[in-house]
């Protein structure tokens, strides 16, 4: 997100979902996409079918690695050397998008200089891919009028993400594949809401729709409607939040006085997040924790108060997608038992506090979303009703919503170059720990399994954790199909069933982290990106041996 | 003896509510969000009954439930002995006479199909005899078949010629009606005052509009070719890992399938001392379906995940049944975002075939 805004000031797909079936070139990096967004999968087929090229960046031989007219799979942490060789190539064969550079970007000449510094042979080396297929990934994607970026994780999962993020914008507007319909840079969502978590400032420097907190306009427009100062201070991140504070603290900002109470909705940080021994010592350290789910999850345990919450289908609201669409979705049972919606615990809280949130109903607080939020200024109720969603922007109720983002001009004005340079993954492979482990989700469960793990259907089929080994490895290690393995990194101990495949490259291994049998994030490293604070899940190292039966 | 009547349009909810007071109605409804889905009617004046669009689900869930509460169990101790056991109580279906309404061709036809599998093999199903029994139906014949539709190449509509209570037609300002199993007779004795005797003029008419109906399908569908086919030699290769890989394993074709009638069974605890053993929809492309002990499975998923439903439908089936368990109703049609459905296999089973017989 960070990375997309500093390069075109806008942290959201540029294009739509839709877009992908006219796209000539669709370069895919860092995501497993049938498995992870399956509808996005099925536009890259179809597009596919209909001549268009596929370029797949990725460790792994995923399906739709396996689709793919390309298939590059580097060495994973090693994204912004790649691009970087990409792009020196497309320098090299005179693809660059002159015009574009010229008419809607700025810092170019810092980042020519950067690339003309870039030796191929290098690139391979560190890569591990080669020079040909380097040089025929620039062509395809640079030759086409039409070129789609669609990145996930895998890029964004690093201590490196906004940097590798800046690369993937940088290769777009070296060679003008953005601010156009059909072709952009497009960042895929995880889950049904995080675009709009985002937007309504779940983050810790923004207010709603990314207005400055400290722009004195905007404040005063806040105040006005909500009657309180606001605080001139920056929040904390996740991760500062789960592992500052707490005797485990090192490495991570000091926070001026520790969290003493937490307040924890729908998120079950003691699987999710990485180093979940820190995360525990943190929570079971705070004075007072309140936890909102819809289940009792392994955090809620550790809460002093739980709020039983209603789940998607108890409630009316909105959810924003990938592609920046707000859609309403509609409630369908009344609450279960003594369960509440979010809006009313959060109301019963602040009354409470002596602050009354008397809204009569989730679409009044949209109308105050509308008034207060730029880019949410036409999203009223009655207009999503019985469709598809609008797209922000959308200023008011003549605006039909923004198919595609940055026309005619970046939101920031002119595009920034931004060069990168190589950054070592922060835990270096070692004689005692040298498989690289990579984490990611697998199809059939989300996130910390707290709900489907109760769907009997889905845990018949994916009863257990797994781990992909390259057969290879497998051999060395005397496994089989099926054999248990234990999996060890510096910081913790996780066993899992053995998957032998080559859709890994010998030397990688590749688990979900859904399955509290197997906290996998008691094996992830709490290092961050420093400008988005998103930790580096797709890169520790472990080592793994057989378990004797 | 079919019986042929005439039945004013702005009677048609008069004689419901009627119906409806010994029966519950079940009818395509428009729903506020815009789909018509077969729905329970309780209020008739504010239901908005839709009988112009086909319903996204068929009947299919009213007789065989996605989810079915078979029976509850409780952990006793036996007074005699003193060993703790498991006890079940079976789950009593209600059994309340149900007027279906505005009942296609293709979906009548699946009623009469899940039959065979629920009552006619041995053991019958009492959860879904239950709901069955008590049923009568109401149809309405397809004078236009919507884009996906294909009940000409399954045999299985645009109109019936049997398994209805009442047959409707609709020949603009009234329906033409004709009765078939003996409820429907009732209803027009019981109910005269609806009714009025067709003319030979009336019966040509809908004879007409049968005719027409056939003749406005969109889908030139080669079902029987395809199996015939099927029947003849192994399923060319290259269709099924082809049609696979587009296959994202959300069982959709075979839930919305009005004939798909695999389930599974699970017991799930409530508490310590009690829980419920439910049934729920299952299908033959889910991994699990097939997996053995071991996680040994004899379908390679990746490759050949849709195989079994699609040879289940076109081969296996005829040479239970004698016909293929499609009916035409194109819901996986609708549904697939893979473009993995039925139509597109016998497409190409049709197509490759041919291609073959070019080069020999």
Redesign the interface.
């Known amino acids: 997100m960070a990375g997309l805004a500093t390069t075109f000031g806008s942290g959201a797909m540029t294009n739509s979902i839709n877009e992908l079936d006219h796209a000539q070139v669709v370069l895919v990096s860092g995501s497993n996409t049938t498995e992870a967004h399956p509808q996005v999968a099925r536009r890259i087929y179809g597009c596919v079918d209909r001549g268009a090229k596929l370029i797949v960046i990725d460790p792994r031989r995923t399906k739709i690695a396996r689709y793919a007219d390309l298939h590059l799979q580097l060495r994973p942490g090693t994204d912004i050397p790649l691009l970087n060789g990409i792009m020196r190539s497309i320098i090299d064969e005179n693809l660059v998008d002159d015009l574009f550079i010229e008419m809607r970007t700025e810092n170019f000449f810092a980042m020519r200089d950067m690339l003309l510094q870039i030796d191929l042979d290098q690139v391979a080396a560190t890569t591990n891919v080669s020079k040909c297929m380097i040089r025929q990934a620039a062509r395809i994607y640079a030759q086409a009028q039409r070129s789609v970026i669609c990145y996930c994780l895998g890029v964004t999962q690093h201590i490196c993400g906004t940097s590798n993020v800046q690369s993937y914008a940088n290769l777009a507007m070296l060679t003008g594949h953005v601010e156009q319909e059909f072709t952009g840079v497009d960042p895929l969502r995880g889950q049904n809401n995080v675009q709009g978590a985002c937007d309504m400032a779940a983050l810790p420097n923004v207010l709603p729709g990314y207005q400055s907190l400290d722009d004195p306009g905007v404040r005063n427009k806040f105040k006005q409607s909500w009657g309180v100062e606001l605080p001139k201070t920056q929040g904390v991140t996740l991760l500062d939040m789960t592992h500052g504070g707490s005797v485990w603290s090192e490495g991570f900002e000091q926070l001026p006085e520790p969290i003493r109470a937490m307040y924890i909705m729908g998120e079950n940080p003691m699987l999710s997040d990485p180093g979940i021994k820190h995360v525990e010592a943190t929570l079971r350290d705070l004075d007072f924790l309140v936890v909102a789910d819809i289940f009792l999850t392994e955090t809620a345990v550790l809460a002093d108060v739980v709020f039983p919450a209603a789940s998607f289908a108890e409630k009316i609201g909105t959810v924003t997608n990938s592609e920046r669409r707000v859609q309403l979705m509609n409630q369908a049972i009344t609450p279960v038992g003594n369960s509440r919606t979010d809006d009313k615990i959060i109301a019963g809280i602040a009354s409470r506090f002596g602050y009354d949130m008397e809204y009569e109903s989730s679409a009044e607080i949209m109308e105050e979303i509308c008034l207060l939020t730029p880019l949410y200024g036409g999203m009223y109720h009655d207009r999503l009703k019985g469709s598809w969603g609008l797209q922000w922007p959308c200023s008011d109720r003549t605006h039909d919503g923004t198919q595609y983002l940055h026309k005619y001009s970046f939101t920031r004005g002119r595009g920034r170059f931004e060069p990168g340079d190589h950054v070592e993954p922060a835990e270096p492979l070692s004689e005692e720990y040298p498989f690289l482990l990579i984490t990611g989700r697998a199809y059939h469960h989300y996130h910390t399994g707290t709900m489907t793990r109760r769907s009997h259907t889905l845990v018949r089929e994916h009863d257990r954790p797994y781990i992909d080994m390259h057969p290879e490895d497998g051999k060395r290690l005397g496994l089989q199909r099926g054999d248990m393995v234990q999996v060890d990194s510096r910081r913790g101990t996780c066993n899992f069933t053995v998957k032998l495949t080559d859709q890994m490259a010998p030397g990688e291994l590749y688990c979900d982290f859904h399955f509290h049998e197997a906290p996998v994030n008691t094996l992830t490293i709490s290092c961050s990106d420093p400008v988005a604070r998103c930790p580096e899940f797709k890169i520790c190292a472990v080592k793994a041996e057989k378990v004797a039966l | 003896m079919t019986g042929r009547y005439l039945l004013a349009k702005d009677h048609l909810v008069p004689l419901l509510r009627k119906i409806a007071k010994s029966n519950r109605l079940v009818a395509p409804v428009l729903n ?3 789909d018509t889905l077969f729905s329970h009617i309780t209020d008739l004046d504010s239901a908005a009954i839709d009988l112009a669009h086909q319903p996204q689900n068929s009947l299919k869930s009213f007789f065989f439930p996605q989810t079915e509460k078979l029976s509850t169990y409780l952990v006793e101790k036996s007074p005699k002995t003193g060993n703790v056991r498991y006890n079940f109580y079976p789950h009593t279906v209600e059994n309340q006479p149900t007027a279906y309404v505005g009942v296609r061709s293709c979906d009548m036809f699946a009623v009469m199909y899940t039959d065979m599998t629920f009552l006619h093999n041995g053991e019958r199903d009492n959860y879904y005899q239950k709901r069955r029994d008590n049923a009568f139906f109401i149809t309405l014949a397809c004078n236009h078949p919507f884009p996906n539709c294909f009940c000409n190449a399954t045999r299985s509509g645009p109109f019936l010629e049997l398994g209805y209570d009442l047959q409707l037609t609709d020949l603009g300002d009234r329906y033409f009606v004709e009765t078939g199993r003996s409820r429907g007779m009732k209803i027009v004795e019981q109910m005269g005052q609806f009714f009025k005797p067709a003319s030979e003029a009336d019966r040509r008419e809908q004879f007409q509009l049968a005719l027409e109906a056939r003749g406005l399908f969109q889908r030139n569908v080669h079902v029987e070719l395809a199996s015939k086919i099927l029947q003849e030699q192994d399923e060319p290769v290259g269709i099924i890992s082809e049609l696979s ?2 296959c ?3 069982a959709g074709c075979a839930y919305v399938c009005p004939t798909c009638t695999c389930f ?1 069974i ?1 017991d ?1 605890p409530l508490d310590e001392e009690s829980g419920e053993r439910i049934r ?1 929809w ?1 299908a033959c492309t ?3 379906f097939s ?1 053995m002990a ?2 040994h499975n004899p379908v390679q998923c ?1 490759s050949q995940r849709v195989r079994k439903r699609f040879l289940h439908k076109l081969l296996h089936d005829v040479a239970k049944h004698g016909r293929p368990s499609c009916v035409g109703c194109g819901r996986c049609v609708d549904i697939c ?3 993995v459905d039925i139509i597109s296999f016998v497409d190409r089973v049709v197509k490759t075939i041919d291609h073959c017989r070019d080069v020999d």
């Open positions: 506020e969000y815009g890989s587009r994202q394993d959300c599974n699970a799930l729920s299952d889910f991994a699990g997996k071991g996680d990746e975002f893979g473009g």
